[in-house]
């Protein structure tokens, strides 16, 4: 199919942006990379007046380490971070995550920046943001704000970004020396969207683990931080018994909703799986 048509504008200013969203409120769509943007366009799951392109405006683009934080510009492709130095060393959870986004020719094209504010509950990054605490930097015409990833995500592709704001930035704060990441994901394929994946870190102090942070995607309706479960685990040695308790405590934080890969009780299972490898990678 072919998209419905549209208007297209090359915004050079974000003033430029909020002036084209005060002009056309819902009916305008921002394009950053696209990836996801073009297929409900020609699927005309979308059908926009107006398409604002937001790639040439200076400042969105760059990865900066500053006051202990990682700053992942909006418009920083995933190719991009899966080739930074200041990632791999500072944000190791997002690095490990990256490749398993797509493939390589969408990795060009899309955006750190666009994965988050697409909110696909599905997705890498929005679970990785939940697990490393990240923070994400909205603007609009009257200032900027900053919302915890914990506290964004609000739905099924819903978010707290605003009509009139734009999402600039994340900051996520430098991975601490006790700390270690994990991340899995089962797909069908390589690339495909997972059927259930988990990001991990925490804190293993003495070989137990404490502040452990195990956000799911493909689980329910937005990225799930598992409370249960990272209670569950505080301050206990690595032991079959430790992930036994992570496991069932899951049944407290997942509602994974039945879809085209198989039922709940499929994905509840896969959950109680991939928990046991990311603590034993964690435990290593």
């Not at 510009?73 to 398993?100: D, T, W, Y």
């Amino acid at each position: 199919m072919k998209p419905a048509p549209f208007a297209y504008v090359r915004a050079l200013t974000l003033d430029q942006v909020f002036d084209l969203l005060d002009e056309h409120g819902d009916d305008a769509r921002i394009l950053a990379g696209g990836q996801s943007l073009m297929a409900t366009l020609n699927l005309r799951l979308s059908a926009p007046e107006v398409l604002i392109d937001i790639n040439h405006i200076e400042g969105l683009s760059s990865i900066e380490l500053k006051d202990g934080k990682v700053r992942i510009g909006a418009l920083v492709r995933h190719s991009e971070v899966a080739a930074s130095p200041i990632i791999a060393e500072h944000a190791p959870l997002v690095a490990k995550a990256v490749p398993h986004i797509a493939h390589q020719a969408i990795r060009n094209r899309g955006t750190f920046g666009g994965s988050i504010a697409f909110a696909d509950p599905a997705a890498e990054l929005p679970a990785v943001s939940r697990a490393v605490g990240a923070d994400f930097v909205l603007q609009s015409r009257s200032g900027t704000r900053t919302v915890a990833a914990n506290d964004f995500f609000l739905g099924l592709f819903e978010t707290a970004r605003q009509p009139d704001e734009i999402l600039i930035a994340a900051e996520i704060p430098v991975i601490p020396g006790n700390e270690k990441t994990a991340f899995t994901e089962l797909a069908r394929r390589h690339g495909d969207y997972a059927i259930i994946g988990v990001a991990a870190q925490g804190g293993v102090n003495g070989g137990s683990f404490s502040d452990m942070r195990l956000a799911f995607f493909g689980a329910g309706d937005r990225p799930i931080l598992a409370l249960a479960a990272n209670a569950a685990l505080e301050g206990k040695p690595y032991s079959e018994a430790a992930v036994a308790a992570a496991q069932d405590a899951l049944d407290a934080d997942l509602d994974p909703m039945e879809d085209l890969n198989g039922p709940a009780a499929m994905k509840m299972h896969l959950a109680r799986v991939i928990t046991a490898r990311v603590l034993a990678e964690l435990a290593e």
